[in-house]
Structure formats: structure tokens, C-alpha cells
């Protein structure tokens, strides 16, 4: 079976350090083995995102040399086939309607290492005189883990851990782990390498594959660039937006950052060199195994 990555950013600002950092190792982990790397677009939640930054973060990605196969994928146009989906696991009894607001989940839920679970109040039914606003899929008790390729094993029981958890929130709008599950499985990803900050969403995600009778991909979660504070570069945390006048000396650093020890003379050679030293010397071992990485100014 041949190797497709991908790239899937959200609109909701700049690509920063940390989101490069993502991009630069999902392309060298398909491209140092022959294969497709994909750019998806995770325009799922139009409240939060910023004009113009689908359109910027493409336009950056392609000054600094990212080339992907096939066309780019927007999941704001694909509600259709996540409703399909969401049909076909009501049809099999695995979802129901949840009445509660945020506020209600916080005030019953049950706190674990993980956030607040919810506490399963409509998992039977509404109560009297409420009407459902999301959709809630029933979770196990059961174990789902995985053995990533920089983590290591990691588990989570998901009815005690996490919860029955949304997958149609109370404004409609589908929620990421239903879409990126679908359009995973739908464009034969292969293998999956993204920031450590989403490990703890993969078990999830492997119970929907699971349901779905999807191939699960292999996982490989990088570390996270956090900022002097310890804090995940974010437009929350005031990440700056990459320099593209700046690309090599980004695209170095990046792979400094991936343990990959690039000649320091490849931070003034051409994108192009750059990118075939990279491909050629790619080393997923090299990467250090640990959840995150303090920023270093270009």
C-alpha cells in the first residue's frame, strides 16, 4: 500500500512556528517514502475563523515549497457526507439527542485528567420539557490505545475518561472528530503525524473508526512548539505568523526542531536544495519523544 499523509490546517489564523513545525514533518514522513502527501482545509467552525486565512495559509505553504497531490479538500463543503454518517450510526442505535448546555455539563460533570466528562444525563432519554441541541455518540467502557511511533502506548477508557462526546454540536455544525475520521478514511490516508496537543483526541477517533469499519492509520504525534511560558504557539498565545521572507531560515529551524541536525550552510542555500537535503536524510527516530519543544527565534 503505498504511503498519503496530510496536512490539515484551520482557518482561524496565520500558520505560526508551531503549525510549519506539523506541516514539515507530515511532508517529509510521505515524501521520504514515495508518497502522497494531501492539504486539507479544516474549515469546520466558521464562527472562529478569521477571513482571508484559508487563502493566506495556502499561499504561505506554497512560497515555501510545499507541493500537494490532488486538490485541497474543504470540509465546510462536505456537511452532506457528514450527515450520511451521522445517519448511518443513529440507524445502528450509537447516538442520541443531548439537551444540556455547556453550563449543565460543568455543573454535573465528573472532572478527570482529561476535562470535565460528561455525565451521560440525556444518554436515556430528554428529560421532561427539554428539547435536544447537540448529538452525543455513546461511548464504551472499554480500552482504545495506540502505539505511536514518537509517544509510545497510549490508552484511554472512554466512558470513564472522556465520555459520551459530540459529534453534531448545538449550532449544527459537525464536530472535528466525526469529519476528520470521514475524510481520512475517504481519501486512504495511510498515516497521520500531528502536534502531541491531539494525542489525547486519538482514542476517540479509533472507537469511530471502529464503528465505521475504517482502516485505523498509523499515528505519530509530534512535540508541540510552546512559547517561553510553556504555553502551545496559538493565535490565543500571540504566535507570530511565519516570515516568508524569512522561509529557509524557517524551513532550517523546523528542522532543527525535528532533530534532523540540517548543515547550519542549508539555512542560506535555495528552498528547493533545502527541501531535497530534507527528503533525503529524513529520520522520524531523530525526533525527540516528548510532548513539546520551547520556541527559538529565527
Known amino acids: 500500500m503505498s504511503v498519503i499523509g496530510r496536512f490539515a490546517p484551520s482557518p482561524t489564523g496565520p500558520l505560526h512556528a508551531g503549525s510549519l513545525v506539523t506541516a514539515v514533518a507530515s511532508y517529509l514522513n510521505a515524501k521520504s517514502q514515495q508518497g502522497k502527501w494531501l492539504l486539507r482545509i479544516e474549515d469546520l467552525d466558521p464562527p472562529r475563523e478569521v477571513p482571508g486565512a484559508t487563502d493566506a495559509i495556502i499561499s504561505v505553504l506554497d512560497q515555501f515549497g510545499f507541493e500537494w497531490d490532488d486538490e485541497i479538500l474543504y470540509q465546510g463543503k462536505r456537511t452532506d457526507i457528514y450527515m450520511q454518517t451521522l445517519a448511518q450510526l443513529d440507524k445502528e442505535n450509537y447516538l442520541y439527542s443531548c439537551a444540556c448546555s455547556r453550563a449543565d455539563i460543568h455543573a454535573s460533570g465528573i472532572q478527570t485528567p482529561y476535562g470535565v466528562r460528561y455525565s451521560g444525563t440525556c444518554r ?21 490505545s495506540i502505539d505511536d511511533l514518537i509517544q509510545g502506548y497510549y490508552a484511554q477508557n472512554l466512558q470513564n475518561d472522556v465520555g459520551d462526546f459530540i459529534l453534531r454540536r448545538a449550532d449544527n455544525y459537525i464536530a472535528y472528530h466525526l469529519a476528520t475520521v470521514v475524510d481520512d478514511a475517504i481519501q486512504h490516508v495511510t498515516e497521520i503525524v500531528r502536534g502531541s496537543d491531539l494525542l489525547e483526541s486519538t482514542p476517540r477517533q479509533i472507537y469511530l473508526q471502529e464503528l465505521l469499519s475504517f482502516t485505523p492509520p498509523q499515528y505519530t504525534h509530534i512535540p508541540v512548539i510552546v512559547n517561553a511560558s510553556g504555553e502551545k504557539l496559538s493565535k490565543q498565545t500571540g504566535a507570530a505568523p511565519v516570515n516568508t521572507e524569512k522561509a529557509c531560515q524557517s524551513l532550517h529551524r523546523s528542522l532543527q526542531y525535528l532533530g534532523q541536525d540540517p548543515p547550519r550552510s542549508l539555512a542560506h542555500a535555495s528552498i528547493g536544495e533545502i527541501w531535497a537535503w530534507a527528503i533525503g536524510n529524513w529520520n522520524l527516530n531523530n525526533v525527540v519523544k516528548q510532548t513539546s519543544i520551547t520556541e527559538q527565534k529565527v
Not at 420539557?129 to 482504545?144: A, F, V
Open 124 to 144: 436515556n432519554g430528554l428529560p421532561e420539557g427539554k428539547t435536544g441541541r447537540s448529538i452525543r455518540l455513546k461511548t464504551p467502557d472499554h480500552d482504545y
